[in-house]
């Protein structure tokens, strides 16, 4: 075994031991650097597969008929989140498939989509009053509240 040098002079173990542990750390905070930079990309790319998988779920659902996943799917459309592209019209047609199964929160949404005029409807209030006072009747608060406007 070699024995530990510094300027050509020998050094004492305890001093040899002491380098041993500092070069020993500087390894193991290499290490950890890189496992945190890797577990930190599959996490990244791990949450984006996620959210696909999640998304293809949750649409699967919506196509089986489930109105609160329509609801979900419409919400993520409209706004653009869930990994979907904003899109007005993909939202008002979730809401109206969740509205015709009564699901009174799609049906304010309907109803609000027909007073500004969204997705290519043009502004229909009678339409939009219609639809308060369904989502009204099935007892949404603020469906009621924006029927006392009109």
């Known amino acids: 075994m070699r024995q530990a040098t510094v300027c050509g002079r020998p050094v004492t173990a305890a001093i040899s031991i002491q380098t ?14 890189l496992l945190a930079f890797g577990v930190l990309a599959m996490l990244v790319t791990g949450a984006a597969h996620a959210a696909d998988a999640a998304t293809g779920a ?47 929160p799609a049906q304010n949404w ?3 989509f027909h007073e500004q005029g969204l997705a290519g409807l ?23 509240v924006t029927l006392g406007y009109y």
């Open 122 to 144: 043009s502004k229909d209030e009678a339409q939009a009053a219609a639809w308060y006072r369904k989502a009204a009747d099935g007892g949404n608060a603020f469906a009621q």
């Open 20 to 33: 041993g542990r500092r070069r020993h750390r500087r390894s193991w905070f290499a290490r950890s650097a």
């Open 58 to 104: 949750l649409m699967r659902q919506a196509q089986a008929g489930d109105r609160f996943a329509q609801m979900t799917i419409a919400d993520d459309f409209r706004q653009g989140a869930g990994g979907l592209s904003k899109d007005d019209r993909q939202a008002l047609i979730w809401y109206q498939k969740a509205a015709d199964q009564g699901h009174t």
């Open 110 to 112: 309907v109803a609000y």
